[in-house]
């Protein structure tokens, strides 16, 4: 799997999918995240579509006094909102990639989100430094 420039990536070649959820959820709140919201696709495609998946989740991420900074910025930057972190199982490992806040966030026409922008993503990529 390639890494794109909308994803922080990393693969996690000897940690269980299990226990890349507990590490990454741990390292979010290390850094002011909570975890909002918790898609589990292989459950979903299951129960909606008969489809087997690999499994996969989606972590819908907040830390709560950046967000109240975005949004005193730019009222509708609730669209963007939340970060959103995958794990993922692979045939080795597991690969969690979280979304790219600069290259989410670079539909914002609103040079004042800069400093922003830069807390969210130099959190990120510790919560990703330290997996």
Same mark, same amino acid.
């Given at each position: @799997?390639?890494?794109? !420039?909308?994803?922080?990536?990393?693969?996690?070649? !000897?940690?269980? #999918?299990?226990?890349?959820?507990?590490?990454?959820?741990?390292?979010?709140?290390?850094?002011? #995240?909570?975890?909002? /919201?918790?898609?589990?696709?292989?459950? /979903? #495609?299951?129960?909606?579509?008969?489809?087997?998946?690999?499994?996969?989740?989606?972590?819908?991420?907040?830390?709560?006094?950046?967000?109240?900074?975005?949004?005193?910025?730019?009222?509708?930057?609730?669209?963007?909102?939340?970060?959103?972190?995958?794990?993922?199982?692979?045939?080795?490992?597991?690969?969690? !990639?979280?979304?790219?806040?600069? /290259? @989410? #966030?670079?539909?914002?026409?609103?040079?004042?989100?800069?400093?922003?922008?830069?807390?969210?993503?130099?959190?990120? !990529?510790?919560?990703?430094?330290?997996?």
């Amino acid at each position: @799997m390639s890494n794109p !420039s909308y994803a922080l990536t990393k693969h996690l070649a !000897s940690t269980t #999918f299990d226990d890349a959820i507990e590490v990454v959820t741990s390292g979010l709140k290390s850094e002011g #995240f909570g975890v909002l /919201t918790e898609v589990d696709i292989k459950k /979903t #495609f299951k129960a909606k579509l008969d489809v087997d998946f690999r499994r996969y989740v989606i972590l819908g991420a907040c830390n709560p006094k950046l967000a109240l900074q975005a949004l005193e910025g730019e009222p509708l930057v609730g669209l963007l909102l939340p970060c959103n972190v995958v794990v993922a199982e692979e045939d080795e490992g597991t690969t969690v !990639s979280i979304i790219n806040p600069r /290259t @989410m #966030f670079s539909v914002v026409e609103n040079t004042e989100m800069g400093p922003v922008v830069d807390e969210v993503e130099a959190k990120l !990529s510790r919560v990703l430094e330290r997996l």
